[in-house]
T-cell receptor, first 115, second 111 residues
Protein backbone atom coordinates (compact mmCIF):
# COMPACT_ATOMS: atom_id res chain seq x y z
CA UNK A 1 0.00 0.00 0.00
CA UNK A 2 1.50 3.32 -1.12
CA UNK A 3 1.41 6.11 1.42
CA UNK A 4 0.73 9.80 0.88
CA UNK A 5 3.39 11.49 -1.20
CA UNK A 6 4.01 15.19 -1.72
CA UNK A 7 6.13 17.20 -4.12
CA UNK A 8 8.31 19.09 -4.11
CA UNK A 9 10.06 18.54 -0.79
CA UNK A 10 11.37 22.06 -0.53
CA UNK A 11 10.58 25.24 -2.42
CA UNK A 12 11.82 28.82 -2.28
CA UNK A 13 9.70 31.57 -3.80
CA UNK A 14 9.69 35.33 -3.84
CA UNK A 15 6.93 37.48 -2.37
CA UNK A 16 4.17 38.05 -4.93
CA UNK A 17 4.84 34.86 -6.86
CA UNK A 18 2.50 31.91 -7.23
CA UNK A 19 3.17 28.31 -6.16
CA UNK A 20 1.62 24.90 -6.78
CA UNK A 21 2.10 22.01 -4.39
CA UNK A 22 1.13 18.46 -5.24
CA UNK A 23 -0.15 15.49 -3.29
CA UNK A 24 -0.89 11.88 -4.16
CA UNK A 25 -3.31 10.26 -1.77
CA UNK A 26 -2.88 6.87 -0.20
CA UNK A 27 -4.25 3.98 -2.22
CA UNK A 28 -7.97 3.57 -1.63
CA UNK A 29 -8.44 7.04 -0.18
CA UNK A 30 -10.86 9.48 -1.83
CA UNK A 31 -10.53 12.54 0.40
CA UNK A 32 -7.61 14.96 0.63
CA UNK A 33 -7.08 17.70 3.20
CA UNK A 34 -4.41 20.40 3.22
CA UNK A 35 -2.84 21.93 6.29
CA UNK A 36 -0.39 24.74 6.94
CA UNK A 37 2.08 24.19 9.76
CA UNK A 38 4.05 27.23 10.81
CA UNK A 39 7.28 26.67 12.69
CA UNK A 40 6.59 25.53 16.25
CA UNK A 41 2.84 25.36 15.71
CA UNK A 42 0.25 22.71 15.07
CA UNK A 43 -1.20 22.18 11.61
CA UNK A 44 -3.98 24.59 10.59
CA UNK A 45 -6.71 23.30 8.30
CA UNK A 46 -6.79 25.00 4.89
CA UNK A 47 -9.43 22.99 3.01
CA UNK A 48 -10.56 19.53 2.06
CA UNK A 49 -11.51 17.94 -1.23
CA UNK A 50 -13.89 15.04 -1.63
CA UNK A 51 -14.88 13.67 -5.03
CA UNK A 52 -13.23 16.64 -6.74
CA UNK A 53 -15.28 19.22 -4.83
CA UNK A 54 -14.21 21.47 -1.98
CA UNK A 55 -15.73 19.97 1.17
CA UNK A 56 -14.88 22.41 3.92
CA UNK A 57 -12.51 25.33 4.32
CA UNK A 58 -10.60 26.84 7.19
CA UNK A 59 -9.83 30.48 7.83
CA UNK A 60 -7.61 31.07 4.79
CA UNK A 61 -8.05 33.77 2.12
CA UNK A 62 -9.21 32.98 -1.44
CA UNK A 63 -5.66 33.20 -2.77
CA UNK A 64 -5.33 29.68 -1.34
CA UNK A 65 -7.11 27.40 -3.79
CA UNK A 66 -7.04 23.76 -4.69
CA UNK A 67 -8.02 21.00 -7.04
CA UNK A 68 -8.67 17.31 -6.78
CA UNK A 69 -8.32 15.05 -9.79
CA UNK A 70 -10.26 11.90 -10.76
CA UNK A 71 -7.44 9.75 -9.36
CA UNK A 72 -7.90 11.62 -6.02
CA UNK A 73 -4.54 13.37 -6.20
CA UNK A 74 -4.64 17.04 -5.34
CA UNK A 75 -2.98 20.40 -5.81
CA UNK A 76 -2.71 23.38 -3.52
CA UNK A 77 -2.21 26.72 -5.23
CA UNK A 78 -1.21 29.88 -3.46
CA UNK A 79 -1.24 33.20 -5.32
CA UNK A 80 0.41 36.49 -4.38
CA UNK A 81 2.73 34.86 -1.87
CA UNK A 82 3.40 36.68 1.38
CA UNK A 83 6.27 36.22 3.80
CA UNK A 84 3.86 34.71 6.35
CA UNK A 85 3.06 31.91 3.90
CA UNK A 86 6.43 30.38 4.76
CA UNK A 87 5.54 27.08 6.41
CA UNK A 88 5.37 23.33 6.07
CA UNK A 89 2.36 22.37 3.95
CA UNK A 90 0.91 19.00 4.80
CA UNK A 91 -1.44 16.90 2.77
CA UNK A 92 -3.54 14.22 4.44
CA UNK A 93 -5.75 11.61 2.82
CA UNK A 94 -8.57 9.59 4.25
CA UNK A 95 -11.15 7.09 3.20
CA UNK A 96 -14.84 7.74 3.36
CA UNK A 97 -15.87 4.95 5.66
CA UNK A 98 -19.40 6.25 6.02
CA UNK A 99 -18.99 6.45 9.79
CA UNK A 100 -18.45 10.19 10.06
CA UNK A 101 -14.94 10.44 11.44
CA UNK A 102 -12.11 9.34 9.23
CA UNK A 103 -8.50 8.76 10.15
CA UNK A 104 -6.19 11.02 8.23
CA UNK A 105 -2.83 9.84 6.93
CA UNK A 106 -0.26 12.54 6.38
CA UNK A 107 2.43 13.01 3.78
CA UNK A 108 5.91 14.26 4.67
CA UNK A 109 5.09 17.83 3.69
CA UNK A 110 6.46 20.52 1.43
CA UNK A 111 8.62 23.16 3.08
CA UNK A 112 7.83 26.53 1.44
CA UNK A 113 10.07 29.50 2.08
CA UNK A 114 8.98 32.93 0.83
CA UNK A 115 11.67 35.60 0.64
CA UNK B 1 -15.46 26.88 17.91
CA UNK B 2 -13.69 23.58 18.33
CA UNK B 3 -10.19 23.74 19.77
CA UNK B 4 -7.49 21.74 21.52
CA UNK B 5 -5.21 22.93 24.30
CA UNK B 6 -2.02 21.04 24.95
CA UNK B 7 0.47 21.14 27.74
CA UNK B 8 3.34 23.36 26.76
CA UNK B 9 6.79 21.93 26.35
CA UNK B 10 9.45 21.17 25.85
CA UNK B 11 9.49 18.10 28.04
CA UNK B 12 12.78 16.38 28.88
CA UNK B 13 12.77 12.97 30.57
CA UNK B 14 15.29 10.31 31.38
CA UNK B 15 14.90 6.94 29.73
CA UNK B 16 12.35 4.69 31.51
CA UNK B 17 10.60 7.66 33.14
CA UNK B 18 6.82 8.01 33.16
CA UNK B 19 5.31 10.36 30.59
CA UNK B 20 2.15 12.43 30.75
CA UNK B 21 1.23 15.04 28.17
CA UNK B 22 -1.98 16.87 29.00
CA UNK B 23 -4.63 17.64 26.40
CA UNK B 24 -8.01 19.26 26.89
CA UNK B 25 -10.54 20.12 24.25
CA UNK B 26 -13.52 22.31 23.49
CA UNK B 27 -16.03 20.97 21.02
CA UNK B 28 -19.68 20.77 20.20
CA UNK B 29 -21.16 17.33 19.92
CA UNK B 30 -19.09 14.21 20.36
CA UNK B 31 -15.74 14.52 18.62
CA UNK B 32 -13.22 11.79 17.98
CA UNK B 33 -9.86 12.40 19.63
CA UNK B 34 -6.41 11.59 18.33
CA UNK B 35 -2.76 11.74 19.19
CA UNK B 36 -0.31 12.22 16.35
CA UNK B 37 3.47 12.08 16.53
CA UNK B 38 5.92 13.98 14.33
CA UNK B 39 9.52 12.89 14.10
CA UNK B 40 12.11 15.43 12.91
CA UNK B 41 11.77 16.20 9.22
CA UNK B 42 8.70 14.02 8.79
CA UNK B 43 4.95 14.38 8.51
CA UNK B 44 2.49 13.41 11.20
CA UNK B 45 1.81 9.79 12.08
CA UNK B 46 -1.31 8.60 13.85
CA UNK B 47 -0.35 7.25 17.27
CA UNK B 48 -3.74 6.39 18.74
CA UNK B 49 -7.37 7.42 18.73
CA UNK B 50 -10.62 7.20 20.68
CA UNK B 51 -14.03 7.76 19.17
CA UNK B 52 -16.35 7.93 22.18
CA UNK B 53 -16.40 8.71 25.86
CA UNK B 54 -14.44 6.30 28.11
CA UNK B 55 -12.70 4.72 25.13
CA UNK B 56 -9.02 4.05 25.67
CA UNK B 57 -6.70 4.31 22.69
CA UNK B 58 -3.37 2.52 22.87
CA UNK B 59 -0.37 1.87 20.68
CA UNK B 60 3.34 1.20 21.19
CA UNK B 61 2.98 1.48 24.97
CA UNK B 62 1.17 4.84 24.77
CA UNK B 63 -2.35 5.20 26.13
CA UNK B 64 -4.98 7.91 26.32
CA UNK B 65 -8.53 7.77 27.70
CA UNK B 66 -11.37 9.92 26.34
CA UNK B 67 -12.79 11.69 29.41
CA UNK B 68 -15.91 13.60 28.49
CA UNK B 69 -16.56 14.84 32.02
CA UNK B 70 -13.20 16.62 32.10
CA UNK B 71 -12.96 17.14 28.30
CA UNK B 72 -9.51 15.61 28.38
CA UNK B 73 -7.41 13.10 26.45
CA UNK B 74 -4.08 12.94 28.25
CA UNK B 75 -1.29 10.89 26.70
CA UNK B 76 0.65 8.53 28.97
CA UNK B 77 3.48 6.03 28.70
CA UNK B 78 4.89 4.06 31.57
CA UNK B 79 8.51 3.89 30.43
CA UNK B 80 9.81 6.16 27.67
CA UNK B 81 12.68 5.34 25.35
CA UNK B 82 15.11 7.55 23.49
CA UNK B 83 13.29 6.62 20.28
CA UNK B 84 10.13 8.30 21.65
CA UNK B 85 11.75 11.72 21.23
CA UNK B 86 9.43 13.63 18.91
CA UNK B 87 6.68 16.25 18.87
CA UNK B 88 3.26 15.02 19.97
CA UNK B 89 0.02 16.61 18.77
CA UNK B 90 -3.41 16.17 20.25
CA UNK B 91 -6.25 16.59 17.76
CA UNK B 92 -9.99 16.35 17.49
CA UNK B 93 -12.38 15.84 14.66
CA UNK B 94 -16.07 16.51 14.81
CA UNK B 95 -18.24 16.34 11.75
CA UNK B 96 -16.88 17.12 8.31
CA UNK B 97 -13.44 15.58 8.61
CA UNK B 98 -11.75 18.79 9.70
CA UNK B 99 -9.09 18.17 12.29
CA UNK B 100 -8.18 20.70 14.96
CA UNK B 101 -4.67 20.33 16.32
CA UNK B 102 -2.99 21.54 19.47
CA UNK B 103 0.28 23.42 19.26
CA UNK B 104 2.34 20.30 19.95
CA UNK B 105 4.53 19.16 22.82
CA UNK B 106 8.18 18.44 22.17
CA UNK B 107 9.55 15.44 24.05
CA UNK B 108 13.24 14.69 24.45
CA UNK B 109 14.29 11.47 26.16
CA UNK B 110 17.87 11.31 27.36
CA UNK B 111 19.72 8.06 27.99
Amino acid sequence: ETGVTQSPTHLIKTRGQQVTLRCSSQSGHNTVSWYQQALGQGPQFIFQYYREEENGRGNFPPRFSGLQFPNYSSELNVNALELDDSALYLCASSRDSGQGIYEQYFGPGTRLTVT
Amino acid sequence: GDSVTQMEGPVTLSEEAFLTINCTYTATGYPSLFWYVQYPGEGLQLLLKATKADDKGSNKGFEATYRKETTSFHLEKGSVQVSDSAVYFCALSNTGNQFYFGTGTSLTVIP
